[in-house]
């Protein structure tokens, strides 16, 4: 213990690089053409007055399992960047929406032969209604653009995707469901 | 196939770190960083016991939806339902952790052991007399007819609920319940088509589909009868009395079960909730010792 007050230089307040910039870096486990802010999961990132940064993360579906694989990616790859404390926090309100995904993510989803989501379902209080016909959800393939495509399961290999076919040129192809 | 490359590219590009397939028991607390404050005037053993109710309905119909993994007709519907429990359970981990931070854990924390998070130990330790869920959730399944009937029931009146309580006065309820609210009308419809499907299709599927619909419409009969805690929260604007659900739910089933040109049953008289108080049939008891044998045998463990 010296006694002497540690001074810092003002370069010394630590990483010179925004930990957001950082944080936007880390991509999505299950779909890892996107990054977090592509996929809008990304909330907030701060820092606050002792120097931790924070960041908000959202779950997009409730029991999305990439969930755990985030939070501990993100605090990583901010371990890394030189940020010693970092809280990373859930934040489940507003519920994510598929509208968050960015026009970037879009693109990446349509490059990597995934079919990106339409406009979300519009959140309205009171009973929901009941819809027993087809899917009346429209996806150009991702592959050959022909718009002749059909569903053939809701629900596919992520909580986020449905299963589709195309039509004209026969291949199967993911659709990032709207929610 | 070239663009699919990228992606599994850019999967074992990204993921070369060991940690990142850690998956087991080893989950993080869903509720990490989320107020757990409780609000006002409501007494927290209330508020957890409603989570539990809830929570429980949840985790027991997502069991009993795995067990048609490897079983369903087409593999697209096992993927559909393995999606549909997925859901299920998320939102039974939400639930179970609000009912942890709410102090409701009863025994099971001490058999949990150190280490155990809330919604584990609640979901692992406690014995099937500590479980909340309707019987509707606990009664096993017969054929695939059954399962989607089931499925139609527990999630209109699942959806019904989740829509009433976005408004709830507790901020993580509504939050959890806001979530909820697209993925149940998800499964909702689907089970609805198929419903359709079957109950319009040949005369086996039709009277498979008639049959399991006599089989579950006398399991509604508790789902409209307030618990002591369901209607003191439905009082502080935290929860719902669901008897106000009777007819929203009742709707949607005539309109689906007609549609599907199928006979609806007569409804069954309100019943007082046996399965809200802990009082069960035998086969939770089998399923909960699936659900529970890993984790009972070696307490703490990770994978």
């Given at each position: 213990?010296?006694?002497?007050?540690?001074?810092?230089?003002?370069?010394?307040?630590?990483?010179?690089?925004?930990?957001?910039?950082?944080?936007?870096?880390?991509?999505?486990?299950?779909?890892?053409?996107?990054?977090?802010?592509?996929?809008?999961?990304?909330?907030?990132?701060?820092?606050?007055?002792?120097?931790?940064?924070?960041?908000?993360?959202?779950?997009?579906?409730?029991?999305?399992?990439?969930?755990?694989?985030?939070?501990?990616?993100?605090?990583?790859?901010?371990?890394?960047?030189?940020?010693?404390?970092?809280?990373?926090?859930?934040?489940?309100?507003?519920?994510?929406?598929?509208?968050?995904?960015?026009?970037?993510?879009?693109?990446?989803?349509?490059?990597?032969?995934?079919?990106?989501?339409?406009?979300?379902?519009?959140?309205?209080?009171?009973?929901?209604?009941?819809?027993?016909?087809?899917?009346?959800?429209?996806?150009?393939?991702?592959?050959?653009?022909?718009?002749?495509?059909?569903?053939?399961?809701?629900?596919?290999?992520?909580?986020?995707?449905?299963?589709?076919?195309?039509?004209?040129?026969?291949?199967?192809?993911?659709?990032?469901?709207?929610? | 196939?070239?663009?699919?490359?990228?992606?599994?590219?850019?999967?074992?590009?990204?993921?070369?770190?060991?940690?990142?397939?850690?998956?087991?028991?080893?989950?993080?607390?869903?509720?990490?960083?989320?107020?757990?404050?409780?609000?006002?005037?409501?007494?927290?053993?209330?508020?957890?016991?409603?989570?539990?109710?809830?929570?429980?309905?949840?985790?027991?119909?997502?069991?009993?939806?795995?067990?048609?993994?490897?079983?369903?007709?087409?593999?697209?519907?096992?993927?559909?339902?393995?999606?549909?429990?997925?859901?299920?359970?998320?939102?039974?981990?939400?639930?179970?952790?609000?009912?942890?931070?709410?102090?409701?854990?009863?025994?099971?924390?001490?058999?949990?052991?150190?280490?155990?998070?809330?919604?584990?130990?609640?979901?692992y330790f406690r014995d099937p007399d500590e479980f909340r869920c309707s019987a509707l959730v606990t009664?096993?399944?017969?054929?695939?007819?059954?399962?989607?009937?089931?499925?139609?029931?527990?999630?209109?009146?699942?959806?019904?609920?989740?829509?009433?309580?976005?408004?709830?006065?507790?901020?993580?309820?509504?939050?959890?319940?806001?979530?909820?609210?697209?993925?149940?009308?998800?499964?909702?419809?689907?089970?609805?088509?198929?419903?359709?499907?079957?109950?319009?299709?040949?005369?086996?599927?039709?009277?498979?589909?008639?049959?399991?619909?006599?089989?579950?419409?006398?399991?509604?009969?508790?789902?409209?009868?307030?618990?002591?805690?369901?209607?003191?929260?439905?009082?502080?604007?935290?929860?719902?009395?669901?008897?106000?659900?009777?007819?929203?739910?009742?709707?949607?089933?005539?309109?689906?079960?007609?549609?599907?040109?199928?006979?609806?049953?007569?409804?069954?008289?309100?019943?007082?909730?046996?399965?809200?108080?802990?009082?069960?049939?035998?086969?939770?008891?089998?399923?909960?010792?699936?659900?529970?044998?890993?984790?009972?045998?070696?307490?703490?463990?990770?994978?």
């Amino acid at each position: 213990m010296s006694g002497r007050t540690l001074r810092r230089s003002a370069g010394d307040t630590g990483p010179a690089v925004e930990p957001r910039t950082v944080a936007e870096t880390v991509v999505d486990p299950e779909l890892p053409v996107l990054t977090l802010a592509d996929l809008g999961v990304l909330r907030d990132v701060r820092r606050e007055h002792d120097g931790t940064v924070v960041v908000e993360l959202t779950p997009t579906y409730s029991g999305c399992p990439a969930m755990g694989v985030m939070r501990a990616d993100l605090l990583h790859a901010l371990h890394d960047a030189g940020f010693d404390r970092v809280d990373v926090r859930t934040v489940l309100s507003p519920a994510w929406s598929t509208d968050w995904i960015t026009d970037e993510g879009r693109r990446k989803l349509a490059q990597a032969g995934i079919a990106p989501p339409g406009a979300a379902p519009q959140r309205l209080p009171g009973p929901v209604p009941l819809d027993l016909g087809p899917s009346r959800r429209a996806a150009a393939c991702p592959l050959c653009g022909s718009p002749d495509t059909e569903e053939v399961s809701e629900f596919g290999a992520t909580a986020c995707t449905a299963l589709r076919r195309c039509r004209e040129c026969r291949e199967p192809f993911e659709h990032v469901k709207e929610i | 196939m070239g663009h699919q490359e990228t992606v599994y590219d850019a999967l074992t590009a990204a993921h070369g770190d060991e940690a990142r397939w850690a998956f087991g028991t080893g989950f993080d607390d869903p509720l990490a960083g989320v107020d757990a404050t409780v609000p006002d005037a409501v007494d927290p053993a209330d508020l957890g016991a409603y989570c539990l109710m809830l929570g429980d309905d949840a985790l027991v119909l997502g069991q009993r939806l795995t067990e048609w993994i490897t079983r369903a007709p087409e593999l697209e519907e096992e993927v559909a339902l393995a999606n549909i429990a997925l859901d299920l359970l998320g939102q039974a981990r939400l639930l179970l952790s609000r009912a942890g931070s709410a102090g409701v854990l009863g025994r099971s924390r001490e058999r949990a052991g150190p280490g155990v998070p809330d919604e584990d130990a609640l979901a692992y330790f406690r014995d099937p007399d500590e479980f909340r869920c309707s019987a509707l959730v606990t009664a096993p399944d017969g054929d695939f007819a059954h399962v989607v009937v089931r499925l139609l029931v527990a999630a209109t009146w699942r959806l019904a609920l989740a829509a009433r309580l976005r408004t709830s006065r507790d901020p993580v309820l509504a939050a959890v319940a806001a979530k909820a609210v697209p993925e149940l009308t998800y499964h909702r419809d689907h089970a609805a088509r198929w419903v359709l499907r079957l109950g319009d299709g040949t005369a086996e599927s039709h009277r498979r589909a008639r049959t399991a619909a006599d089989a579950v419409w006398p399991l509604t009969a508790d789902l409209f009868t307030a618990t002591p805690v369901e209607r003191r929260l439905a009082d502080a604007g935290v929860g719902i009395d669901p008897a106000e659900l009777r007819d929203e739910v009742r709707g949607v089933l005539t309109q689906v079960l007609t549609r599907a040109t199928l006979a609806v049953p007569a409804w069954p008289a309100d019943a007082p909730p046996r399965g809200r108080a802990g009082e069960h049939g035998p086969e939770l008891t089998v399923l909960l010792d699936r659900l529970q044998d890993v984790a009972r045998a070696h307490p703490g463990a990770t994978w």
